[in-house]
């Protein structure tokens, strides 16, 4: 099972003798102060109550690998300035540290990049990966995280009051421990910032809350944040026809926030009152109706510290008091009320605390573990590996062919493409050119990993086809290339997948969207048709598809429309020499689709060059770009079939679809691991038409179908595509068939945070 993406961890304390065995003795620790605990589920964090280990303000982190994969990165966010390394370091207490870690905080296998401005997020990389089953790390952060990153010891106990028993004004305050001011409290504890959050619980009969003539209830009672000056009227909004210039809850005070000047003190001051209580003037209040409430009626609240999060919304934090009020005047005694109206000078009753709660019920501390494994993309220029057909590419990566029933190991690390060890997936074209006058299937897969039960293209009729594939590297960063029937093989990388650093790119979805279509009127996306011997480039930020100037490369499904026989079709980014390497071919003219990863070149434009006469339709579903806001990180996956519509009838089975018709399917239920927060897949799709197929598309469940195709199969032969397909509605994707066909899909990989 694949790791998650992203874990948002909740802290615990546990014995600093557990730690023992991933950390030593580094100056005042004995032990880790922090556990990190992954597992296929999730991660945790633990306080062992250790450290810091300079005395002062560092903390040492144990990882604890109970999962089925090994880690080799993961990241890390928080409040804190975690990643502001001040030099005072592990290396400085006598653990030796390594030649990729410039900050003495890595100990002897951990070094950092991709740090934020802010110093607070940054990835962590662990030179040998920590071992599945129970491995255990160790590396070190700046911070001392066991104490001043968890919310509680931070709120709990801070409250100040309430006060004003038996007034008609109640007070309370609340000042952060530990010294620190509001801002940095609620950062602390994930949020923006603090407020009160007060509920109504208790209300007279009659009241303003009732409507005119209506004696039934509130549905629910109001909860709102921060009552103003001036007091509510729910009159006017819900009952058109009360006393809409009645103050139900007035607050004569300029606000709650009136003692927070210095920003370390949050103030709360109210004064509710109703003149519908017993005693009060009820004369001319319609809401009323003319007479007042029974003895005994009250006004009742439940007032708490509330942290506001950054869309707005609020956590109630259960530190807080509840409270009644039998104040039966208009406005806390003063002569002031809501409109021009007689004021009522007077007034009786007051308020009453019935309960106080200085400990929170909100479990937070601050650390995000995120990124467990997360790769990132890296463009090169396209390049050839290996060709079996050229016997000027060294052993291994030119002749012989591949025997039918063999499988060819392909070291890409040590080819003339100059891949660094760093690559851990890799946007390969495949190319086939079969032998035998067919070939049934070819598989490709990570060396060292058993033969999946996939497969990454298929030649019936013996024509020489192209697929993309990102492939997961294997032993050494080797991949397996497997054919049922005698063939040359031919593969082009256009990039790999790192651990984040700095010239990293993440994913960024876009709905599916015609780039151009040269079949069209003529125009910068239209006609003509590429030439024979000729290239045409497409600036493709300027087409209608929404692509921003920043994008590094493009994820692009290319289908040609051949006017005869199609030699071959290569893609580069614009501006650079045309690269001996191929997109796909259509020896016989036929109509062929074929995914491909695609460097942004000159104004973001790429290059098409056909060798033969073509129309060319491009469609785009995300690109690649420097981290930010919405990206997403590539996490492998070990190649697995998600969907065979000719098993047996079921949710990722049978039957056969249908010509014209479409079906959703639930990826993240299938046997391969795929996680619910998936939000992108890296597919293969396979079709075994009944005969012509015209068109199928690939997109997002809950998404209108987009007016673009994944793949084509006219003679009604089994073609296979590749595509990076967003995640829909429980993380499903839709596929439509304009003819009956089976449909397979295969996944290496997915996008997540």
């Known amino acids: ?77 928080g409040p804190l300035a975690i990643f502001a390394f001040d030099g005072d370091g592990m290396d400085t207490f006598g653990i030796p540290g390594n030649p990729m870690d410039d900050t003495t905080y890595g100990g002897p296998n951990a070094y950092y990049t991709d740090i934020n401005d802010a110093m607070t997020a940054g990835t962590v990389h662990f030179i040998v990966p920590i071992a599945a089953g129970g491995g255990t790390g160790y590396f070190s952060l700046e911070a001392e995280m066991n104490d001043a990153t968890t919310c509680a010891q931070i709120i709990n106990n801070a409250l100040s009051g309430p006060t004003g028993i038996g007034a008609p004004t109640v007070s309370a305050s609340f000042t952060p421990n530990q010294g620190l001011d509001l801002y940095t409290a609620a950062t602390y504890c994930g949020f923006a910032f603090f407020d009160w959050q007060q509920t109504i619980t208790s209300l007279p009969s009659p009241s303003p809350f009732f409507q005119v003539g209506n004696t039934t209830a509130l549905v629910a009672p109001p909860s709102f944040l921060d009552p103003p000056p001036g007091g509510y009227d729910y009159e006017s909004a819900q009952y058109p026809d009360g006393d809409q210039s009645y103050p139900f809850y007035y607050d004569p005070n300029s606000g709650e926030l009136d003692g927070q000047n210095d920003g370390y003190t949050l103030s709360f001051s109210d004064t509710p009152a109703d003149r519908c209580l017993p005693g009060g003037n009820s004369a001319g209040v319609k809401g009323c109706n003319g007479s007042n409430a029974p003895a005994g009626s009250f006004l009742g609240f439940t007032t708490h510290l509330a942290g506001v999060n950054m869309d707005g919304t609020a ?78 590419f060294a052993s291994g990566f030119g002749p012989p062919f591949i025997a039918g029933g063999s499988t060819r190991t392909v070291q890409v690390l040590s080819s003339a493409c100059n891949i660094p060890a760093a690559a851990q997936a890799y946007a390969l074209n495949m ?16 060396t060292g990993q058993p033969q999946p039960l996939v497969s990454t293209l298929n030649s019936i009729d013996g024509a020489i086809l192209a697929n993309a594939a990102i492939v997961p590297g294997g032993t050494n960063g080797a991949i397996n290339i497997f054919v ?149 990180n590539f996490y492998n996956a070990t190649p697995c079939r998600l969907v065979d519509t000719r098993s047996a009838t079921g949710p990722l089975g049978g039957p056969v679809m249908n010509s014209g018709t479409s079906r959703a399917f639930p990826l993240p239920t299938s046997t391969c691991g795929l996680p619910a927060t998936a939000s992108a897949y890296s597919l293969n799709t396979t079709v075994v038409p009944e005969g012509q197929l015209a068109y199928l598309t690939l997109w997002p469940t809950g998404e209108v179908q987009p007016f673009v195709s994944t793949l084509n199969a006219l003679d009604g032969q089994i073609v296979a595509n590749a595509a990076l397909v967003p995640a829909g509605t429980q993380g499903s994707v839709d596929v439509f068939v304009f003819n009956t066909t089976h449909v397979i899909i295969d996944t290496n990989g997915y996008f997540g945070q």
Do not use: E
């Open 1 to 77: 099972m694949q790791l998650p993406a992203i874990v948002c961890i909740t802290a615990f304390a546990i014995a600093a003798g557990s730690a023992n065995a991933q950390c030593p003795a580094v100056g005042a620790d004995t032990t880790c102060g922090t556990i990190i605990t992954i597992t296929d589920a999730g991660a945790t964090v633990s306080f062992t109550g250790q450290g810091p280990f300079d005395g002062n303000d560092d903390t040492l982190v144990g990882i604890v690998n109970n999962s089925s994969r090994p880690v080799s990165t993961l990241r890390l966010s």
């Open 315 to 392: 956590t109630d934090l259960g530190i807080g008091f509840t409270w009644t009020s039998t104040f039966n005047g208009t406005s806390g005694g003063t002569s002031t009320t809501k409109n021009a109206l007689p004021p009522d000078p007077g007034g009786t009753g007051g308020v009453t605390v019935t309960s106080v709660n200085q400990i929170t019920t909100y479990t937070y501390n601050a650390v995000t573990v995120g990124g467990v494994n997360a790769l990132q993309f890296v463009p090169v220029t396209p390049c050839r590996i290996m060709d079996t057909r050229n016997g000027g």
């Open 431 to 446: 190319t086939v050119i079969p032998r035998a006058g067919t070939l049934a299937y070819l598989s490709v897969w990570p």
């Open 484 to 632: 049922t029937n005698d063939a040359d093989m031919v593969t082009d990388i256009n990039g790999y997948f790192a651990a984040p650093a700095a010239n990293t790119l993440q994913f960024y979805t876009l709905a599916p969207c015609r780039v151009l279509d040269t079949r069209n009127a003529p125009g910068n996306f239209g006609a003509p048709a590429i030439a024979g011997g000729s290239s045409r480039s497409f600036a493709i930020p300027s087409s209608p598809c929404g692509v921003p100037t920043g994008a590094a490369a493009y994820s692009l499904n290319v289908t040609v429309v051949p006017h005869g026989g199609l030699g071959y079709l290569t893609v580069w980014p614009t501006g650079q020499a045309q690269p001996v390497v191929s997109t796909l071919n259509s020896a016989d003219g036929t109509i062929l689709a074929n995914a491909a990863i695609v460097p942004a070149g000159t104004n973001g434009a790429a290059s098409f060059f056909a060798s033969n006469t073509t129309d060319l339709v491009v469609d785009i579903n995300g690109y690649f770009a420097s981290p930010g806001t919405g990206g997403l």
